[in-house]
């Protein structure tokens, strides 16, 4: 049991990177609007009611459940029940934090002021946008989320009850065999390991049930690699090699056929139609709506066109509008679409927002951390952290970061959603 208790602390510190909270106590009566009650909103809430005891707060989102994103691969492998993954989002609203039940239809950074769904309007002095971001299935022709689950369709992304039906899918394909197709959007995502954690989970299943041979398991890559850092496309590849999993690169999903069972994939050479018995869509992904049709948006460069909000990378406060910061998915930063992320953007976005309030500035620095447990089988995985540079980071030296371990399992296993649920307390 020491052992054990050990390992879940310090794990949960490695997996989403705690440490101390500032101690600020600024008294003014400020008015802050928090837009979504996700993962960064929530830790948001909790963080400024303990340093703004006397500001107004208010979190607007509509989800009346809260869910464990990171666990949604666990129950895509037949290994969590979705109920696992969720919780109700009352349970973390903070004391003294108001909850508007609706979502933000439109920002209006000119006259700091938002519009929910229902037309009423709120003015605010300080803005934190944690929207996370949209599924865009209906960009892939012929497919919408209510094929998940059906004609060999699985998809994660789309819900705890969706990765279930894509285990469910999983198993079938491996029981009949045949060709299985998994890959990623050419545009952001969130957790980008996933797709390639599904396709180590599938290949790990099929061969425990004796089926690998009669399973050809081929990842579509949207570019030239197959991860971003350099040494973890590196080894990736050598562990696909290894398992005899084909890789095709320059290859995005650009319809499906779902009765056919045919999936065309956009590469330079043109259009090329694929049979498959199973596919695991990642849909593309891009701000919402109410924030693409924002000011708050990057108007140039690569994050432009999905509508991701403009923010300095290191402090997410924008750039034209002070008293806005954007955390989490739909942060306009080169990295950071994860859990991990979260746990690192927000002390830094609330320190900028306290010290300003207090006439003071904060010297924190968001450096781009981002943690990738890629789960390689039941009981093994690899814990990646790297940052903004691409450098690999270790919270702890005696884990390799490229190297299949059971203890960087047990840390998506067993470790992350207590760390996760303490985050969104506010806690660290």
Request: neutral net charge; proline residues 5%; hydrophobic residues 40%.
């Amino acid at each position: 049991m020491q052992r054990r208790t050990f390992l879940t602390g310090a794990a949960s510190v490695a997996a989403l990177g705690l440490g101390a909270s500032s101690q600020v106590k600024a008294q003014n009566r400020v008015n802050v609007a928090i837009a979504g009650a996700g993962a960064a909103g929530l830790s948001i809430a909790a963080r400024l009611r303990d340093q703004l005891p006397n500001a107004t707060i208010t979190i607007f989102d509509a989800r009346m459940n809260h869910y464990f994103q990171p666990g949604w691969t666990l129950v895509g492998a037949g290994w969590w029940q979705p109920s696992q993954t969720v919780e109700p989002t009352k349970s973390y609203i903070p004391s003294g934090v108001k909850w508007v039940e609706e979502f933000i239809a439109e920002f209006d950074p000119d006259a700091n002021k938002v519009t929910t769904t229902s037309g009423k309007v709120y003015d605010y002095d300080w803005l934190f946008v944690t929207t996370g971001l949209a599924l865009d299935y209906t960009a892939i022709e012929g497919m919408s989320a209510d094929l998940i689950g059906q004609n060999g369709i699985g998809s994660i992304y789309n819900g705890p009850e969706a990765a279930a039906a894509t285990a469910r899918v999983i198993d079938q394909y491996i029981a009949k065999g045949g060709v299985g197709l998994l890959g990623r959007p050419q545009t952001e995502m969130k957790c980008a390991g996933a797709p390639l954690k599904m396709t180590f989970v599938t290949d790990y299943k099929a061969r425990e049930a004796g089926r690998r041979k009669n399973c050809d398991i081929i990842y579509n890559a949207h570019n030239d690699a197959v991860f971003a850092i350099v040494p973890v496309n590196a080894r990736v590849k050598e562990m696909f090699a290894e398992r005899d999993i084909q890789v095709r690169y320059h290859h995005i999903l650009k319809a499906i056929d779902a009765t056919a069972r045919q999936a065309t994939f956009q590469t330079p050479e043109g259009d090329v139609v694929t049979d498959y018995d199973m596919i695991h869509v990642v849909p593309p992904m891009r701000a919402p709506q109410a924030v693409r049709d924002s000011s708050l948006a990057w108007q140039t460069g690569p994050n432009a066109a999905d509508g991701w909000i403009e923010v300095e990378k290191h402090t997410l406060r924008s750039p034209r509008y002070p008293n806005v910061f954007a955390v989490g998915d739909v942060a306009g930063v080169p990295r950071g679409k994860t859990a991990a992320s979260v746990k690192w953007q927000v002390p830094v976005a609330v320190d900028h927002m306290v010290a300003a309030v207090a006439g003071k500035t904060s010297p924190r620095s968001y450096n781009g951390y981002t943690s990738c447990p890629m789960v390689t089988g039941k009981g093994t995985a690899m814990l990646i952290e790297f940052d903004y540079e691409g450098r690999l980071v270790q919270s702890f030296p005696f884990i390799d970061p490229l190297k299949e371990l059971w203890i960087s399992w047990f840390i998506e296993d067993k470790a992350l959603i207590g760390a996760y649920r303490a985050m969104l307390r506010g806690y660290a």
